[in-house]
């Protein structure tokens, strides 16, 4: 006798109902009957799309279940703040250090700088990671970008890497590195424009305010400031930010953008001075990105002899399930701990203070519907997932990604949680609502079926941990801070060569200090913000 799958519906696709083992074909209206669970979750998830709406739907999927208990405290953690820590980083080393750095450290500046060139947008969908394949015959630069590497972008790789090449190759060359820049400035006019749009505004109300208050900040800073409001050319303005970047200018928004000690929000005057200084920082990484490349080049050769560049297919991201009758804030309360905890209560409590202040349901709701249409499988994890499923090797074994950006949160915890050895990234420590994992139903029988839900468990577990921290604390938002950072080193080895513009988010939260380790010629530069209600 051959059994059948049937799903017993109140009405044709309201995917409700319980599930049973019949021994007939049952000719219904409201009776859909499978032959395997195959067929019965290829229809689910077609039910699931056509009855969005309904809030009674039972979580009978598994993988379903386990992406609603991984996005609920992701929301509710981001609800309470989006930055959940301070920038961890990479020291960046000046150019007459670079020659005595380990091999190690060569490869994988050389590999972020090659991926910060990539990046030709603001907004995040060109985000580029790279990840270096070794294969006996050559190497392969594997890259990804957040919504998909583009053929201009695999073609750019193959020029630059081409005329890195050619400058290392040459006995002399009149500015190596400016030819490099100027290439790469061309390629990102894009991002280039949107950050001189984003200066002007900012330029103005500097200006203004040095104009009224009528001191000298220091000499010569207001006429300085005013010139940057009307460069000849993009390539005139990266060049003019890369020479600008340890002037006494520089040092001086350094020091107006120093957080004031009572309550500020993102609209106050030091946060415009710093983020000033914070794009002229950017728009002259250009040219030390390039500085990097042609530095590193000469140790690198081994890699550039032989070399292909290849694109990383774009997968199929993972559908997040809409909120249901289950989706609210008790009910997830309850799932964030173990089963009759005697501390349900106190937790309880707490959220019903934080709902008052901060109208934490309401907003958690808005977060959870909110249209992501820019949701996507981020940039790193397409090449670490990329790297597992085909069971690459990373050349030199080192199993390093490069980012042309610091990882967001949720792809920090990602690598941390992954099986095996990764290279844990530096990161900006803020959670992107559009990040999903990848959807593996697409790769069944190629990983194991365990693979990504131990890692979301993990994460998870991480997750719920600091959302219950703060929740029991009750502590108001961490400051905001840039996802990128200004990248300006100073001379001096007393003077702080990283100063972080900050803000107050627009969500209440704060979180536990992250700490990586990297090598002795890295650092983390942690900055300690009180919290503030």
């Known amino acids: 006798m051959e059994l059948y799958l049937a799903v017993i519906f109140p009405s044709a696709l309201a995917f409700e109902g319980e599930v049973a083992f019949r021994t007939e074909t049952m000719p219904s209206s409201n009776v859909v009957v499978f032959k395997d669970i195959q067929a019965l979750t290829e229809f689910a998830a077609i039910a699931t799309f056509a009855n969005d709406q309904s ?13 609603s208990r991984f996005y609920e405290p992701l929301v509710l953690l981001y609800t309470l703040g989006r930055t959940r820590g301070d920038h961890v980083r990479a020291a960046t080393p000046s150019q007459k250090d670079i020659a005595h750095l380990p091999l190690l450290d060569i490869r994988r ?4 700088d090659l991926a910060y060139m990539c990046d030709y947008d603001k907004g995040g969908e060109t985000v580029t990671a790279i990840g270096l394949q070794s294969t006996p015959q050559k190497h392969i630069f594997w890259v990804a970008s957040n919504t998909g590497s583009k053929a201009k972008t695999i073609e750019f790789v193959r020029s630059i890497l081409a005329q890195i090449i050619h400058i290392s190759a040459a006995s002399k060359a009149s500015q190596p590195a400016t030819e490099l820049a100027s290439q790469c400035i061309a390629f990102s006019t894009l991002r280039i424009k949107k950050y001189r749009n984003l200066l002007k505004p900012l330029l103005r109300k ?7 208050i009528g001191q000298e900040v220091e000499p010569g800073l207001l006429e300085w400031l005013q010139s940057w409001e009307y460069p000849s050319s993009l390539l005139d303005l990266c060049c003019s930010a890369h020479a600008s970047r340890k002037s006494n200018f520089m040092r001086a928004l350094a020091r107006l953008s120093a957080e004031p000690t009572y309550g500020s929000n993102r609209d106050a005057i030091h946060v415009a001075f710093g983020m000033i200084r914070h794009y002229i920082g950017r728009l002259g990484y250009h040219f030390r990105a390039a500085d990097t490349l042609v530095a590193c080049a000469p140790r690198l050769f081994y890699l550039l002899h032989d070399f292909e560049v290849c694109s990383v297919p774009i997968p199929v991201k993972s559908a997040i399930p809409p909120p249901d009758e289950m989706t609210t804030l008790d009910k997830i309360l309850v799932r964030m701990l173990p089963a009759n905890s005697p501390e349900l209560h106190l937790y309880q409590e707490a959220l019903a203070y934080m709902d008052d202040r901060y109208q934490l349901f309401s907003r958690y709701m808005d977060n959870y ?4 249409q820019g949701s996507c499988v981020h940039a790193e994890i397409q090449v670490l997932e990329h790297f597992y499923i085909h069971g690459m090797h990373f050349a030199c074994d080192d199993p390093f990604i490069a980012c042309s950006k610091p990882a967001c949160f949720c792809c920090l915890l990602y690598f941390r949680h992954y099986p095996g050895h990764v290279v844990e990234p530096v990161s900006h420590n803020k959670i992107y609502l559009n990040w999903r994992p990848p959807d593996f139903n697409a790769t069944a029988g190629i990983i194991s079926p365990n693979h ?6 993990a994460m998870n577990q991480e997750i719920r941990k600091e959302a219950l921290h703060q929740l029991r604390e009750k502590t108001a938002p961490r400051t905001w801070h840039p996802d990128s950072l200004t990248n300006i080193t100073w001379s001096a080895p007393s003077e702080q060569s990283e100063q972080v513009v900050r803000g107050i988010d627009d969500a209440p939260g704060l979180a536990a200090d992250r700490t990586v380790s990297y090598p002795k010629c890295f650092i983390e530069i942690n900055y300690k913000i009180p919290a503030f209600m």
């Open 109 to 112: 500046m050389f590999l972020n």
């Open 206 to 212: 500097c200006t203004l305010y040095l104009a009224k």
């Open 452 to 457: 990504q839900r131990d890692i979301l468990n």
């Open 55 to 67: 809030p009674n739907r039972p979580r009978i999927i598994p993988q379903e279940r386990l992406l």
């Open 369 to 372: 519907v909110r249209p992501n």
